[in-house]
């Protein structure tokens, strides 16, 4: 049981919901700039892995889950008893995400491009389906992966002062079946 020392729920979850807002604005305006560009669609669920989460965003899952109807949130307590050593994500059902609005910020950047810092070189990676009749993208449009997992990270660690979390798994990182099943 998370126990809470300072403030509601959805205060400490203020910061990551701010930076959410703001990943799904850059998003919006790619998607927007890129035109016929980006082929993502509703019903491709080629980037969907059973990725790992920060605690902040556990938590933001499972207090979206809680908030489900009793029969759908039944549904992903049972998919994700099943999925937890498995790589197929407890919450993708045919082709699509059953917490969609609350998904985590990496499926909300899923094909777009990204910039990766590797030692002294960078790379930017995106679908291949993609820009592929592009020559170039504006660097506006090209989401900076180590500044955004950077300001999770710091958002994480703020939020994981305010909670004692004795009870909690002790990785540093949960499943997003183990999210979906935290007592919260
Ligand atoms: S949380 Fe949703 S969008 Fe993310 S990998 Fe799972 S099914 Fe796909």
Redo the contacts with the bound molecule.
């Keep these: 049981m998370v126990t809470e020392k300072n403030g509601g729920h959805s205060a400490l979850l203020e910061n990551y919901q701010a930076l959410v807002g703001n990943v799904d604005s850059l998003c919006r305006e790619i998607i927007l700039a890129s035109g016929d560009a980006i082929a993502c669609r509703k019903g491709c669920?080629g980037?969907?892995?059973?990725?790992s989460v920060f605690l902040v965003e556990a938590y933001a899952i499972a207090d979206a889950v809680a908030n489900l109807e009793p029969e759908r949130s039944a549904l992903v307590h049972d998919r994700a008893r099943k999925a937890l050593g498995g790589e197929t994500?407890p919450?993708?059902e045919e082709k699509g995400?059953?917490?969609?609005n609350q998904?985590?910020i990496?499926?909300r950047t899923?094909g777009l491009p990204i910039l990766i810092r590797n030692g002294g070189a960078t790379t930017i990676d995106f679908c291949p389906m993609n820009y592929r009749n592009v020559d170039s993208i504006e660097g506006r449009h090209i989401i900076d992966l180590d500044r955004l997992n950077d300001t999770l990270a710091a958002i994480n660690s703020l939020f994981m002062k305010y909670f004692l979390c004795g009870t909690l798994p002790s990785a540093q990182r949960l499943t997003?079946a183990e999210a979906v099943l935290l007592q919260i």
């Excluded at 995400?97 to 969609?100: A, G, H, P, T």
């Design positions: 669920d980037c969907c892995r059973h990725f994500c919450l993708l995400c059953l917490l969609y998904r985590p990496i499926c899923h997003i």
